[in-house]
């Protein structure tokens, strides 16, 4: 058994508070970005709905490495920046 949050997060069915769009990239708005494809949220939606306590990430850049979809494929995502300038707009940020 893991302390930490992200156990706890995944068991609940937490609801973001507000919402609003990326204005510059950074590397949370990347993992975002990567969240997104797949069809969640972000990583709270993803472990509630995967139920995992872990998402697999790149050692080094920490970027998201692998998403299961509802459908249960596989998105793969590559070590560096996939989310560029013109798409960093459309990203949502939720606020818990």
Sequence with gaps: KKPGVSGVMAKADIKPK?????KKWSDDVENLYR?????????????QVKQVD???????????????RR??????YDKQRECEDKEVHKVKVYVY
């Excluded at 507000?18 to 990326?22: D, E, G, L, N, T």
């Excluded at 998402?55 to 692998?66: A, Q, S, Y």
């Excluded at 459908?71 to 793969?76: A, G, S, V």
Aim: charged content about 25%; glycine content about 8%; hydrophobic content about 30%.
């Design 35 to 47: 969240f997104q494809q797949a069809g969640y949220r972000d990583e709270v939606e993803y472990k």
């Design 71 to 76: 459908d249960n494929t596989f998105y793969y």
């Design 54 to 68: 872990m998402v697999e990430c790149w050692p080094g850049t920490g970027f998201v490495k692998k998403l299961q």
């Design 18 to 22: 507000s919402i609003h769009h990326a």
